[in-house]
């Protein structure tokens, strides 16, 4: 990264955020969370980043996120498993209506992911909109609990998976870096798929949340 560049702590914790805790950033979702809603100013500064060489700023179609104030779902080791038909209908509802828009999103460029250590996928694809929802859920975090934001670990970064066991979209990590608490933000999902999430959870008998 450039060090004659002044880097404030909100641009070290987008650039950060993008390398080891999810893998883009939709361009007003920033400007929302972290930006106090002022799309231009956001707008400047993410150009910053990209003329510098730090984030690609590409344009994609995605789906509008729905609104994220909690879990739909939650579940420890020890209470009964929950409705899963019940947790795929609120999933599957809340994106029966959203068609596609133009969306600008950012990705990190090596040159970044090099800098904070992170593992990254940095290509868009057919999942921008569950990634964009991912980056939601952590932005909710970072807002609401900055403690368990910085214990976020992205999917990336999640490498000592059992064989058989899927991956989630993030785990939180205590400070030896166990796994404590499995994050999974819920797409256009069936009754078998949530059924599934469960039972890996249940399995490595870990705590999780539905987004």
Known sequence: MNTQTQFNERDITVLRALSRKVRLFGQRQLAESLWHGD????????RR?????????????????????????????????PDFG????????????????????????????DHFGGRQKATLSSQVSHDLGVSAVWLWFYRNHPNLAAAWR????????????????????????????????????????????????EHRNLPYQIW
């Not at 003329?51 to 729905?66: D, E, F, K, S, Y």
């Open 39 to 46: 799309v231009a100013n956001a707008r400047r500064r993410i």
């Open 86 to 113: 019940q947790i795929a209908f609120q999933l599957q509802s809340r994106w029966r209506y959203q068609a596609l828009r133009s969306t600008v999103v950012l990705t990190p460029t090596p040159t970044v992911v």
């Open 154 to 201: 992205g999917e990336d970064l999640i490498d000592d998976s059992e064989p058989g066991e899927s991956l989630p979209d993030a785990v939180l990590v205590d400070q030896n870096e166990n796994h404590t608490v499995l994050i999974e933000f819920g797409g256009d999902y069936n009754a078998q798929r949530v059924a599934e999430f469960h039972d890996d959870a």
């Open 49 to 81: 980043f990209a003329a510098l060489g730090l984030v690609h700023r590409q344009v994609t179609m995605a789906r509008p996120l729905p609104e994220l104030l909690a879990p739909i779902a939650h579940w420890h080791p020890g209470q009964p498993g």
